[in-house]
């Protein structure tokens, strides 16, 4: 009973299925943006890849200062704390005045009024926006994302954030009318759609480096790119270090394992 | 039930004869993984995926219980509570790395476990309620698992949770009102998030349960072999402990290896990038796609395209999703032929195989946007898929002609060992 029932509902799944075939068109819809659409651009850092990686601290604490400089005007950064900056190599002092210099928002205990006081080391880097209404307003309407987890969030990764940054540039003459960028929108083939509401946010010497490092648009990419991957995963080298470690404790298990299912199965044919 | 010569439970030490009389848990332990049971002695590394899924299983309870600790139900805040967890609860992105990951391992093991199943017979009579205990774990697993992904909140957590949800839509009538019920309102919100977290913590329990019915069911028969010949005598067997709980502390040790290289070196790799993006129910992403586990299922839903007999191409879609794991159940059934290890079914062999590479294609075009030559490769990989079971098996098992098959398990070995040693002398 199951076989004939079973063969009657397979026929009907088939049948569906071959009409949907022979109905379905053969060809896409031509996406003209997907021939002007770049594939990032490889951007190799110190933290990469699992062959003893490692915080490149310079790079990460010019990372910073760019974003503190540029970036932090628009966007926020509400996943990392002050104090997680030691990691980039600061001290104590050093990070109780750099979390001086943000105010963060907080109530004026005589008044109870909103106001707004000196950043501690607890505190979070505040956003350049009371709300995300006074983001939009200042933007064009587009809405800066928060940077914590930017460089885990999009597809390519540091990769992406390093060509998009690196990527303003005029359109190329062929580009059809409608993708060309309207009022307050900048070309950039490397934004899915091609054309980005944030304008070229860096220019030569935006930044003066206090280690003397040349500030080309292309160095503050990367060095803002490191930071970002820092802010999106503090434990990466935690991470691969650890992993090692459980790796080689595991294979030193593992042959001890074989081993003795060998010496078991010895005298056993199978 | 065991084989008459299994090794009796007989307690020397004064204390295990007390808690053999008072409750005898060491009798049952001895009696279902120790020296008391008897298996048989051919066993490939095909077998070790069952203990491997159980220990999937216990890592997923260990670590969701710990994460539990820190994670908040609540839609305003559980994105940042996962981020917590990951940046300041102590070795927190080691247990949500592990959690994360142990989910894919759980699935990659009890894939193989169930191709295993399909190639080596193992559904068949006497095996038939091990079999459909399994799929009901199966299903169980599907469920925790999507609801488990919805938790951490952020994009693809909640337009997987719109999509799959709105599977139910579908249905004529009572669909909308349905959906509306299990989500606890007309969008996924917090009142969703609550109860798919109380639901994802208790159905690992309920898996746990099943999976004890589970082996219960196959310690009656015993466990199949890759023959398929079923165990005639003791010279056939060996007892469980020492020899398969060796074996099954090396496939354990693999196991690790691979889950930790993948938890600890690449633990984004089988995630989606928009998931790191908080949720908002205003900006649909511009590929909504489950995880890896889920694709051959979702390209199967995808291939309706075509509204035929008066049902509407989405329904029959969800139709036949659900179809497609239903009619597992009917395994045992629409498969007549008696042998069950395809080592002896010269036709069913290529079948099983091309099975393997259909599922594969499904999984690869479950991944890819709407788009040709994805749309028709799935519809493609679909027909074979439901053409598999409900008409090339029954056909397959009433026509073929099994290969010669030895006497028993022993003459099996022993043949296997004869033609290995004349190979090995032949090239020394």
Known sequence: ???????????????????????????????????????PRHLKLASDGIVLPHWDKAQLQRGMQVYKEVCSACHSLNLVAFRDIADLGYTEGQIKTFAKGFQVPSVNPDTGEPATRDGLPSDYFPS???????????????LPPDLSLITKAREGG???IYSLLTGFQNPPKNLPAELKPGTGLHYNPYFANLNLAMAPPLAPNQVTYADGTKATVDQMSKDVTAFLVWTAEPKLIKRIQVGYAVFFFLLIFTVLTYLSYRNIWADKKH | MSFPW????EPTHPLMKWMDEKLPIPRLVYNATGPGYPVPRNLNYFWNFGVLAGAALMIQIITGIVLAMHYAAN??????????????????WFIRYAHMNGASMFFIVVYLHIFRGLYYGSYKAPREMVWLLGVVI???????AFMGYVLPWGQMSFWGAQVITGFFSAIPIVGEPVREWLLGGFVPDNATLNRFFSLHYLLPFVILGVIILHIWALHIPGSSNPTGIEVKDEQDTVPFHPYYTAKDGFGVGVFLLIFVALTFFSPNTLGHADNYIPANSL??????????????????????????????????????MFASIALLFFLPWLDSSPIKSSNYRPLYRIFFWILVADVLLLGFCGMQPAEQPYVILSQLGAIYYFAH????????????????????????????????????????
């Open chain 1, 1 to 39: 009973m199951v076989r004939p029932l079973g063969f009657l509902v397979g026929l009907g799944f088939i049948t569906a299925l071959v009409l949907a075939i022979f109905t379905t068109p053969l060809s896409n819809e031509a996406n003209v943006a997907h021939e002007f659409h770049k594939h």
């Open chain 1, 128 to 142: 350049p926006y009371a709300n995300e209404v006074a983001a939009r307003a200042a933007n064009n309407n587009a």
């Open chain 1, 158 to 160: 540091k990769d992406y």
């Open chain 2, 6 to 9: 299994a090794k009796p439970y």
């Open chain 2, 75 to 92: 839609a305003s805040v559980a994105f940042n509570s996962v981020e917590h967890i990951m940046r300041d609860v102590n070795a927190g």
């Open chain 2, 138 to 144: 199966f299903l169980l697993m599907m469920a925790t």
């Open chain 2, 283 to 320: 900006s649909t992403p511009a590929h909504i796609v489950p995880e890896w586990y889920f694709l051959p299922f979702y390209a199967i839903l995808k291939a309706f395209t075509f509204n035929f007999l008066w049902i509407d191409a989405k329904l029959w879609g969800v139709i036949a």
């Open chain 2, 389 to 428: 079971f409900l008409v090339i098996l029954p056909i397959v098992s009433r026509i073929e002609r099994p290969l010669p098959m030895p006497n028993s398990i022993t003459e099996a070995v022993l043949a296997k060992h004869a033609t290995d040693t004349a190979s090995a002398s032949a090239t020394a």
